[in-house]
């Protein structure tokens, strides 16, 4: 039997090999590449604005597309590139920086500008890029971390600077058109448009933080928006972006703004006070349900369990009681005995979240009413709030 010839078996692998190889290299050196640096130009950007015929090009566009581009000009300058340097510590204990990007946007000319708390959490250095390419140190002035809204400020040394007049998120309506600005993947001044999608949500965005009357938009918004304005067709800030519901990671059509309102009160009490003025009730509770409620033979089936009160604040001065004896269901150990809160003026609340949302709408010196259960009984009692301990 003549020997097998193995040549012929390997040419034709050879062959697909050097076609694949070659594909390979004419793809990568002509084809569709991902883009290693994008920035503005300031020289070629200020040159076309200042050579451009606005009035002849401006006559060409619709009256949609003349209200985007109005809005845009107006704005763009006031939206802050906000970006920050951090230390973390690795497994061996040696520090590691880490930068972070995200947006905001100028509401004085004395330098305030307004972000999401999340874009300059433990930020050793701030540095904000304005829309005119200026670079500014920044400091760090206050937040209201339960709302997740940060107030920064920089020195403009007699700059006159741009600043976004601020709206009434309240008046809004579903369906209004809004415009996003911010800086998505690092993309500076990047406009996108949308419409109010819904009002009114409820969008829990940490174990302790929430936005609160969330306006929903489909404007998109991606990584790197966060902190930046919302705004209405008159070129005003209704909402702070904020959050993104997605499976993939960018932008799926549903995202959140902190309304401009809630953001507005928050400025005020930094600005004037230095400080948040937080409602606190000062009780720490867990939830119940109905299962929960007929194991222990407790007499609502839903609401609040009260564990601990904060001694001399608000709840133990009127009398709301915790546990006084300890429980054990599986691993988790916990206090009954104490009252059973349903309601907070009237709302049922039956989680932290439900408490905090309560309060969010309430300053220090409100007296709230609160439904509770002490043993088989329905009590109502009168809780003044006080402010909360470090805001």
């Known amino acids: 039997m003549p020997p097998r010839n193995h040549t012929s078996f390997l040419r034709p692998l050879a062959v ?6 070659g594909a390979y290299w004419a793809g990568a050196r002509w084809g569709a590449r991902q883009p290693i640096n994008v920035g503005a130009m300031p020289g070629e950007r200020d040159s076309a604005i200042k050579n451009a015929d606005f009035a002849v090009r401006d006559a060409a566009l619709s009256a949609d597309e003349a209200m985007n581009v109005r809005i845009y000009r107006q704005s763009a300058s006031a939206v802050a590139n906000i970006l920050t340097k951090a230390t973390e510590y690795d497994f061996w204990m040696d520090p590691v920086p880490v930068e972070g990007a995200g947006s905001g946007f100028v509401i004085d000319a004395k330098g305030y500008i307004l972000t999401n708390f999340h874009v300059v ?6 540095e904000v890029v304005l829309g005119d390419q200026s670079r500014h140190s920044a400091k760090y002035i206050g937040a209201d971390q339960r709302n997740d809204v940060a ?6 040394a007699n700059k006159p600077l741009a600043v976004l007049p601020l709206g009434d998120s309240g008046a809004l309506q579903v369906g209004q058109k809004v415009l996003a ?5 690092g993309f500076q001044s990047t406009l996108t448009t949308g419409v109010v999608s819904a009002l009114g949500r409820t969008v829990q965005t940490g174990e302790n933080t929430l936005i609160d009357e969330a306006i929903q938009t489909d404007a998109a918004i991606n990584r790197g928006n966060s902190g930046g ?4 067709t008159h070129g005003e800030v209704i909402g702070i972006n904020s959050a993104i519901y997605t499976p993939t990671g960018t932008t799926a059509g549903i ?7 809630t953001a507005k009160r928050i400025a005020h009490d930094l600005i004037t006070d230095g400080r948040v003025h937080q409602a606190f009730i000062g009780v720490e509770t867990i939830p119940i349900n109905e299962s929960f409620a007929e194991a222990l033979g407790l007499p609502a089936q839903e609401g609040l369990l009260v564990q601990t009160t904060t001694r001399g604040g608000p709840a133990a001065q009127a009398g709301i009681k915790g546990g006084d004896r300890v429980a054990q269901a599986g691993m988790r150990r ?3 005995g104490g009252d059973i809160i349903s309601a907070i003026d009237g709302q049922k609340v039956s989680s932290p979240l439900d408490v905090n ?13 609160v439904t509770l259960f002490r043993g088989g009984k329905k009590m109502e009692v009168q809780v003044k709030l006080v402010e909360r301990p470090g805001s």
């Open 357 to 369: 949302l309560v309060l969010n709408k309430k300053r220090p010196g409100d007296v709230v009413n």
């Open 121 to 126: 959490q433990g930020a050793q250095t701030i």
């Open 255 to 261: 995202g959140f703004a902190i309304p401009i309102n």
């Open 334 to 336: 916990f206090y009954i």
């Open 229 to 232: 304005p919302l705004i209405n």
């Open 16 to 21: 697909i090999a050097i076609l694949i190889l």
């Open 151 to 156: 107030l920064i400020k920089i020195d403009p």
């Open 181 to 185: 600005i911010g800086n998505p993947f």
